[in-house]
């Protein structure tokens, strides 16, 4: 059991690729729709898969149960998905003392890149990076559950949010 | 990961008292509403707890996926639930080569009695004790998922189905 404190921002130009130290490419999809907790299922360089529970909501602070699951059941779970599997590349990118994850995404999400900071504390500060954007944590379309069912690309003003 | 071939039927009188063999106080909780999947967060005996991925339907056979996670996990994720957390005490059964668990309600579903048999093949012969009544599999509203939030108390024809 943990609470999990992130912050979601758009990404700017590619500069952050020259510091990536690690990348894996992972799939995901939602086995809830509108509830109360939002349950993931994610599978990582189809190796490892981990059966994650969220509590919702725009809070900076969520509560975060994750389960390390056989890769085979994982598969299995995806048929009984609400919505689309997100596809994304997540790259791991360190800036001075944080780590940042940068999600490019692939299928109907793609031309959406976003950037999350993990924190400890929910006023901890930190340097942004100059490929760093409009922040975007409390923006519901942006969760990756949301993006499930309504994709990136069917976003009528996409282009104006991309940076 | 498994298939669950599971038999539903309505309990008359309570002569299968009389052949219990174990028992457990069980609380549970869906995570889930209307969807696919129904998943479930169980809590036995304040001791041991589980989180159960279940395809839904009226399916005779359902796939599965079942974790251990810790009591205190569970706990914390009650919560989350959609409906009321359903309480009943469980009674193992065994009658002629098979194991019965009766189910006797508590809370809002009190005066509920149900009896479940698992079976290794849907056509799958078994004995039928003289207190098993009406075969209830298929009736949806015998779920967990759905006494969570419709509870038999409020039925308004319960007294002609409660046995």
């Not at 690690?22 to 939602?30: L, M, W």
Request: with cysteine; net charge negative.
């Amino acid at each position: 059991m943990a609470f999990e404190i992130e912050r979601k921002f758009l990404v700017i130009g590619d500069a952050w690729q020259q510091s990536i130290s690690d990348e894996s490419y992972i799939r995901q999809a939602y086995l809830t729709g509108r509830d109360r907790a939002s349950i993931r299922v994610r599978i990582r360089d189809n190796r490892t898969a981990t059966l994650t529970v969220k509590s919702r909501g725009a809070d900076l602070k969520r509560l975060e149960f994750e389960y390390e699951i056989p890769v085979l059941e994982a598969e299995a779970m995806l048929p009984l998905r609400c919505g689309a599997i997100i596809e994304k590349r997540r790259a791991i990118v360190p800036f001075q003392g944080h780590v940042w994850e940068v999600d490019t995404f692939f299928g109907d999400n793609v031309g959406l890149v976003l950037a999350e900071i993990e924190l400890n504390a929910v006023g901890e500060t930190f340097a942004r990076p100059q490929w760093i954007g409009a922040e975007v944590t409390s923006h519901a379309s942006y969760y990756n559950s949301a993006l499930a069912n309504n994709p990136f690309s069917i976003w009528a003003d996409r282009d104006h949010r991309s940076a």
